[in-house]
């Protein structure tokens, strides 16, 4: 199973109550943290919905 690197880019400021639940699901805690999370169909939803606070790539040292 593939993995994906996210980090948070954006502040958490002016999002909905949805979105804050989101980026806890993926772990993210603040700016510039960055987690490593299964390439799932559920993961690739919850990043479309907070697409715009993170960045979202391969894992360094990964082909």
Sequence with gaps: MSVLRVTQRRSRNGSNQRQLDTLRSLGLRRIGHTVDV?????????????RHLVSVAPPEGKK
């Excluded at 299964?38 to 907070?50: C, E, F, K, N, S």
Aim: glycine share 8%; charged share 15%.
């Design 38 to 50: 299964h390439d799932t169909p559920q993961a690739r939803g919850m990043l479309h919905a907070v």
